[in-house]
């Protein structure tokens, strides 16, 4: 009986196998790591942080389960993980585009001017960057309004861009308590986040005169409501009110 060469052995292609590739295959791809936030991105948008599993992960991103911890850990870290990869993106557009602002406009800044600036890049994200800003941006709108963990994580992403708004804010309205900032802002964010979920809730409520999609749209309305909103709250109290 011929044995078989060792060498030849070594170098056969391994039968295909159904379902997700193997290991070794996706370790040699190159793009394991951002096939698997991809994955966790879409599945935690639909079904958030509780409603996922590292096995689910994985199946979704075609690599065995082993794969997802090496390269993330525990279940939590692959969430910050997805969290932070467009965080940093969003971050550094928003904070050059008010800086740009306030140094071009000057003295002449105002808060319509200011919020367009801060505001429009994760519209024009989730416009034109593709399904996955869909996905984090619906991931961003549900942890938002998550109880367990939700303020620390958006703090912890987003509060340094937020605090320099805060701070140009307080050029334009100079009189204003930072009391009323803060709850002004706080109103703003649960707008931004629910818009930019695109429920399709404004889709039903106005019958089709309104599309959750036109994100063109929402940040135009957006400007203008909360540009109001801040003067409305940040307005000295009548006399004689506490």
């Not at 991105?41 to 090496?70: P, W």
């Not at 279940?75 to 306030?102: H, Q």
Request: hydrophobic share 40%; proline share 6%.
């Amino acid at each position: 009986m011929t044995k078989p060469d060792p060498v030849e052995a070594s170098t056969r292609p391994a039968p295909a196998r159904r379902g997700r590739p193997s290991k070794a295959r996706a370790a040699g791809t190159g793009d394991t790591r951002a096939a698997i936030l991809d994955a966790a991105e879409d599945l935690f948008s639909k079904h958030g942080f509780y409603g996922v599993t590292i096995r689910e992960v994985a199946r979704e991103a075609g690599v065995d389960t082993a794969l997802v911890h090496y390269y993330f850990g525990a279940k939590r870290a692959l969430f910050d993980s997805v969290f932070l990869r467009r965080a940093e993106v969003l971050n550094t557009d928003r904070v050059e585009a008010i800086n740009r602002y306030a140094r071009e406009a000057g003295t002449a800044m105002t808060l319509e001017g200011l919020l367009e600036a801060f505001l429009r890049p994760p519209f024009q994200w989730s416009l034109k960057g593709g399904p996955g800003w869909k996905h984090y941006c619906a991931l961003v709108a549900q942890t938002n309004a998550n109880p367990t963990f939700g303020g620390e994580t958006m703090a912890r992403y987003f509060d340094p861009a937020i605090r320099r708004l805060l701070e140009l804010i307080k050029v334009v309205l100079p009189d204003a308590r930072d009391v009323d900032i803060y709850w002004g802002w706080h109103n703003l964010s649960g707008a931004l986040t629910l818009t930019l979920g695109e429920t399709g809730r404004l889709d039903r409520l106005s019958d089709g005169l309104c599309r959750s999609g036109d994100l063109d749209s929402a940040c135009d309305y957006m400007v203008r409501f909360a540009a109001a909103g801040f003067r409305a709250v940040c307005a000295p109290p009548p006399d004689g009110a506490g």
